[in-house]
């Protein structure tokens, strides 16, 4: 009995060790490690694909000038096809890994196929705007070109541009689309055979 005492005091008097608390895990300190609202993102998409699209312009302004003037002085076209394949590469690149960053594909080959496919696109709506005012309507003047061409037809196909490259190009779910594979076959251990 006195052995049973005095493991009750001794139990008594002995320390506690007492566990902190637990909570839920910290996601970190990092501002882009927080989620953020739909519409801050949104903002910041917009603006970084007018940066890109900025900077590929003058891409393409600096590539076609500086083809024209050097290797294809004669052929203003291919300089421009030429201009045109290199800013719309930039552009890939930067929208890839700036404004789209978190949402790129692993499979790159596919996201840049769908890439140009979008940018023929948009590069029809802005053609289309400018045949509609010029053969159509009627306005014939470099002006009303300018402002069918590369005022409507920009502002049209940019919006078109933007809205394909988030919910096509660079969407969520095309990390997740896969091609379907073809049915297995299995062998079934009796007969060494396929089933």
Same mark, same amino acid.
């Given at each position: ?75 203003? /076209?291919?300089?421009?096809? %030429?201009?045109?394949?290199?800013? @719309? $590469? !930039?552009?890939?690149?930067?929208? #890839?890994? +700036?404004? &789209? ?45 300018? /402002?069918?061409?590369?005022? %409507?037809?920009?502002?049209?196909? @940019? $919006? !078109?541009?933007?809205?394909?490259? #988030?919910? +096509?190009? &660079? ?25």
């Amino acid at each position: 009995m006195r052995r049973d005492i005095e493991t009750e005091t001794t139990r008594a008097t002995r320390p506690r060790t007492v566990e902190p608390p637990r909570t839920a895990p910290r996601t970190g300190t990092d501002p882009a490690a927080q989620p953020r609202p739909a519409g801050s993102r949104l903002i910041g998409q917009l603006a970084s694909f007018g940066l890109v699209g900025g900077l590929a312009f003058i891409v393409d302004l600096v590539v076609y000038n500086t083809v024209r003037a050097t290797v294809l002085q004669d052929s203003p /076209i291919w300089s421009k096809v %030429v201009s045109v394949a290199v800013a @719309t $590469a !930039f552009a890939w690149l930067g929208n #890839r890994y +700036l404004t &789209f960053r978190r949402d790129r594909s692993p499979h790159a080959v596919r996201e840049g196929i769908l890439f140009a496919v979008v940018n023929v696109v948009g590069l029809l709506i802005a053609a289309g705007c400018l045949f509609v005012s010029h053969y159509v309507l009627g306005f014939t003047s470099q002006l009303a070109d300018n /402002i069918s061409g590369n005022g %409507v037809g920009l502002v049209l196909g @940019t $919006a !078109f541009r933007f809205a394909a490259y #988030r919910w +096509l190009v &660079f969407s969520p779910r095309s990390r997740t689309l896969r091609l379907p594979h073809p049915a297995r076959r299995t062998v079934r251990p009796d007969t060494g055979g396929p089933s």
